[in-house]
């Protein structure tokens, strides 16, 4: 079966600090990558997403690239803030063939960013 | 517009309440889903609605009984919970394009009290 592995957190950096929140998938076929963001509160956001090999996905100076040689999405970005703590959720889905498409997601990763 | 609308946003009730959760979207999305998120846990799937047919249950228990009435809502009644029912209540959406790449959009979720 599909799943997927994010690296255990709570993640805490400092602001401007360079980003990296690991994240390996297992899939059957060819699955879309997703990471979502998760805030104090809140629902899920879509943040950024991928479908198919060597794509970046990129939102608010976050990136991530599908990388079916690692089977990764590593999330990136270059220089947190503050408003940047908030819970990530890195996930996969693949097509069902009836529109209705099961996400499966990591355990999520917590990050607190201090000033 | 990417917006998914969830109410009410809290909901407190006890073990013999009837209450029912409502969700909304006016995307033209034809598949709807429920998760639901315990605290610091990933949202776990309970029923997926395509084209108003209720497609997936992940043997939710039938104190849970949702509800497509039209293409834009979806509705989950709520009876006889017990506490460890208490988490946020997800409704997501996405297009229901068979064999297409779907992206799953959430709302902000109603955070259930089960007393």
């Known amino acids: 079966g599909n799943s997927v592995t994010q690296m255990e957190g709570p993640v805490t950096l400092s602001e401007e600090a360079f980003l990296t929140i690991n994240c390996t998938y297992t899939a059957t076929g060819y699955p879309s990558l997703f990471w979502y963001v998760q805030y104090p509160g809140e629902g899920l956001q879509l943040l950024l997403k991928a479908t198919k090999a060597d794509d970046k996905g990129s939102n608010k100076g976050f990136e991530a690239t599908y990388r079916k040689e690692t089977t990764s999405f590593h999330l990136e970005k270059g220089s947190v803030q503050v408003s940047d703590s908030a819970v990530y959720f890195c996930a996969l889905s693949e097509p069902s063939g009836f529109g209705n498409e099961k996400l499966t997601f990591g355990t999520g990763t917590r990050l607190t960013i201090i000033p | 517009d990417t917006e998914v609308t969830q109410t009410p946003k809290h909901l407190v009730m006890g073990m013999t309440n009837k209450k029912s959760l409502k969700c909304e979207q006016h995307?033209?999305?034809?598949?709807m889903y429920w998760y639901k998120q315990k605290a610091k846990k990933p949202p776990e799937l309970m029923f997926v609605y395509s084209y108003e047919k209720l497609s997936i249950n992940e043997s939710v228990p039938s104190r849970f009984s949702p509800e497509c009435p039209n293409s834009s809502l979806l509705n989950l009644h709520l009876h006889a919970l017990q506490p460890e029912d208490s988490a946020l209540y997800l409704c997501a959406s996405s297009q229901g394009l068979a064999g297409g790449y779907e992206t799953q959009y959430f709302g902000p979720g109603t955070r259930l009290l089960v007393l």
């Open positions: 995307m033209g999305h034809r598949a």
